[in-house]
């Protein structure tokens, strides 16, 4: 007996009835669409390498025109200084909080932007660690709640933190563009 399999359509068509016989609908539909959807772990993955690239990138870049330009930051940017309790460099350290942060980006990403729109709800994101920052580690760590709330200083932890969210969300939003590409078969 000869066993029949279905023929594929090509990219960009769509599947006549009854072509897509013994295929998944996920399938199907990235047959369809050439998008596959992104599981809960892919996610949480793409978050952590945004949040991390947007701190290196973005963020750290800010700190560079400010510092370099003589402005209202005190420390350099990309600082190999050992941190606490482990001794990792600075920027490693602030790298992986950054990407925590991500994870918690890519869970929340859909609801932001329905909300805010896509880059809107990045900077909407980037509040979430500033206040955290402000409200629990600092008390913490035996600092006054928002460093004692110094204008300046408050003004570029806005910033910092706006260019880091919208750094997370345009990071992360081409990283899910360049998965939906390698779906397509």
Excluded: C, N
Excluded at 87 to 108: D, E, H, K, Q
Excluded at 166 to 181: E, K, P, Q, T
């Amino acid at each position: 007996m000869t066993r029949i399999e279905p023929v594929l359509p090509a990219h960009g068509s769509t599947p006549s009835s009854g072509a897509g016989v013994g295929i998944s609908d996920d399938r199907q539909r990235v047959l369809r669409t050439g998008i596959r959807r992104q599981g809960t772990l892919g996610r949480a993955a793409l978050g952590f390498a945004a949040g991390a690239l947007s701190h290196l990138t973005l963020q750290s870049g800010l700190i560079a025109i400010l510092y370099t330009a003589g402005g209202p930051v005190p420390f350099a940017p990309w600082s190999m200084a050992p941190v606490p309790p482990f001794g990792v460099p600075a920027t490693l350290s602030a790298a992986f909080f950054g990407g925590l942060w991500g994870i918690v980006y890519a869970l929340l990403e859909p609801r932001l932007t329905g909300l805010f729109g896509r880059w809107l709800g990045g900077v909407v994101f980037g509040a979430l660690p500033l206040l955290v920052l402000w409200f629990v580690a600092l008390p913490l760590k035996g600092f006054p709640i928002g460093g004692g709330f110094d204008p300046m200083r408050a003004l570029v932890a806005i910033v910092l933190h706006a260019g880091f969210g919208l750094g997370v969300a345009i990071i992360f939003w081409l990283g899910m563009h360049l998965s939906r590409r390698s779906a397509v078969p």
